[in-house]
């Protein structure tokens, strides 16, 4: 029910030119009857002997061409009208798309990159095409076609009109058995292309040690019975399905159609009921109904796609946006409180409870905590990734809902666990927020995050594109990043465990970017490594959602409480690297 709606809300802007295709199409559908009619009243006509030949010929020729004529100007027209309906259909949810993706959360980025679900949605509207340009008119077609012929048959006599739709229900009783649990076997099927992907893959992967061992054959015979059990799953689903498919395609075939229809005319008139004329015209039209009813059985597979393909796109235009405030305000400051913030990614369980604490401009706010125990989260509420189910975020006394997001990002930067550098030059990444900076401005910022020999050593320098002839470490995005963030020259700064993926060589070098990049900034930092962050201002320690305890480190470890058991156990883990490292 909410996917037909969904869908009647993506077709809306084009719904008024399927109506006229669908009106074109009853025109043409009435269209093919006609010749048939004409030729039947002609051949009374001549019949009854009583008529001048020539002058009535004529104009059922003319009728005959106008017919034939009229059918196919109306029913291509109906198509040509319906695909420019889906042209225009198309751009229209690109422009939408992109909006869309415009005004969504940042944080729901981290679960869906806006490059792939720019291409899965490409793909989507791809796939609304037949539900566009064919669905209405192929089922209008299918409708009123035999209802104009059959309408005409019933004129000529109501026997021969149950006489042209006898062979029909043995079609839609096969269609219906066919179609029954097409969706299970569905899943089945794809199970099993899996099953053999992953043996084709494992056989591949291990390719050297099978033949090292001289297992070549036993890994093989894996691959060979995943193929083996999948065909005759294959061949059980799809034999019968085609048995079934032959027996409902004979059913509607043009012989069998004949045939019926002319034993039972032949009956029909011995009985007295109908003329032999009468007979061949039902015969003939009951003939031309099969083709328009199985063409849409022909759309079967398309249809499903199109309408799980509307679905998904009803889904991404529902997601919630983020709100721009309608009156911006400006922050009065860089310092930054949490004041009784509750957070919920699914609006049942809370990952924030009820946290307040401030965050003087200037100062250093380190959050430690297990993993699990909602830092991330916290942090991302700064940056208005989500917002706030409870309380409020503010910056220089400003709530973030009601700062204008081009200007939020001007106050706070940020260097994340998960670098997202975008598949542009490495030039275009570092002055992603400051779009004019000049070459020498982004190289100071490279030099400060130790990165910029690393850029020079690439193919094309700064010109080189991520992900195409510049391929660099997580360490190495890492310190791309912490650039960035450099010349975005932002007063408050989010760090989220900026060192965790990076190699032990560069986190020397990503802490001393990071040093630079801090001074005189109001950060809030997340570390695993304590003795990183000993020196900050105030240090949080986040439990299950809740701040259990804040302080100096000097405090916190006299306070004798969650982390001065962090501190003794980091303390001990240190050591006993420290002893590993020596006995190596
Ligand atoms: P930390 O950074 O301390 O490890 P997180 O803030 O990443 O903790 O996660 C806190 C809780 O929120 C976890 O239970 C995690 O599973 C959940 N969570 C994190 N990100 C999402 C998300 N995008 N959607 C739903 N739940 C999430
Ligand atoms: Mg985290």
Do not use: C
Request: glycine share 8%; hydrophobic share 50%.
């Amino acid at each position: 029910m909410r996917r037909s709606t969904a869908l009647g809300g993506i077709l809306e802007p084009v719904q008024s030119r399927i109506r006229i295709a669908m009106a074109m199409q009853i025109i043409a559908s009435a269209a093919t009857i006609v010749p048939y009619v004409a030729i039947v009243e002609l051949g009374k006509i001549l019949l009854s002997g009583d008529a001048d030949t020539f002058g009535v010929v004529l104009p059922v020729v003319w009728i005959v061409v106008a017919g034939l004529g009229a059918r196919a100007a109306f029913g291509s027209g109906a198509l040509l009208v319906t695909h420019y309906a889906d042209v225009s259909m198309q751009a229209i949810l690109r422009r939408k798309i992109v909006t869309t993706l415009g005004t969504l959360p940042l944080g729901w980025f981290g679960r869906n990159t806006s490059g792939s679900v720019r291409k899965k949605a490409q793909n989507d509207i791809a796939d609304l095409h037949y539900l566009v340009a064919h669905q209405a008119v192929e089922t209008v077609g299918a409708v009123a076609t035999p209802v104009f012929g059959i309408g005409y048959i019933s004129y000529l006599d109501w026997r021969l009109a149950l006489l042209a739709v006898a062979t029909l229900p043995i079609y839609i009783a096969a269609y219906a058995s066919m179609t029954k649990d097409m969706d299970v076997k569905m899943t089945e099927m794809n199970k099993g292309i899996e099953a053999i992907s992953s043996t084709i893959v494992e056989f591949v992967a291990g390719i050297s040690v099978v033949k090292a061992f001289g297992q070549a054959g036993k890994a093989h015979s894996r691959y060979r019975s995943a193929a083996i059990s999948f065909g005759d799953a294959y061949g059980g689903w799809v034999g019968p399905m085609l048995r079934t498919d032959a027996l409902s395609s004979i059913s509607l075939s043009a012989p069998i159609v004949l045939l019926v229809n002319l034993l039972g005319g032949v009956w029909f008139v011995f009985a007295g009921w109908v003329t032999p004329l009468d007979v061949i015209a039902a015969a003939l039209i009951a003939m031309a109904l099969p083709v328009a009813i199985m063409a849409v059985s022909f759309g079967m597979q398309a249809r499903r796609e199109a309408s799980a393909a509307a679905g998904r796109l009803v889904e991404l235009f529902e997601t919630p946006a983020l709100l721009e405030p309608s009156n911006p305000k400006s922050p009065d400051g860089s310092d930054v409180r949490f004041d009784k913030v509750s957070f919920s990614y699914d609006g049942t369980t809370e990952v924030l409870r009820d946290v307040s604490f401030a965050m003087p401009s200037g100062s250093v706010t380190a959050l430690v905590g297990a993993s699990g125990s909602g830092k991330s989260t916290l942090a991302t509420l700064v940056l208005r990734f989500h917002d706030v189910t409870g309380g409020a975020v503010t910056i220089g006394g400003v709530d973030v809902r009601t700062i204008a997001t081009a200007e939020l990002y001007r106050y706070v930067g940020f260097v994340l666990q998960d670098v997202q550098l975008l598949n542009e030059s490495v030039l275009d990444n570092i002055r992603l927020g400051r779009p004019d900076a000049d070459l020498a401005t982004a190289r100071d910022a490279a030099k400060a995050a130790q990165i910029d020999e690393r850029i020079l050593a690439l193919p094309r320098g700064y010109d080189s594109v991520i992900g195409d002839d510049a391929l660099l470490s997580g360490g190495e995005a890492q310190r791309v990043s912490i650039a960035r963030a450099i010349l975005a020259d932002t007063p408050i700064l989010v760090l989220d465990e900026a060192t965790a993926f990076a190699d032990p060589e560069s986190e020397a070098e990503i802490q001393r970017a990071l040093s630079t990049l801090a001074r005189g900034r109001t950060i809030l930092v997340i570390a695993h490594r304590l003795e990183s962050i000993m020196d900050a201002d105030r240090i949080l320690v986040l439990d299950g959602g809740e701040i259990v305890e804040q302080g100096t480190h000097d405090d916190l470890v006299a306070a004798a409480g969650h982390y001065a058991r962090m501190w003794t156990a980091h303390q001990r883990a240190v050591i006993t690297d420290a002893r590993e490292a020596a006995a190596r």
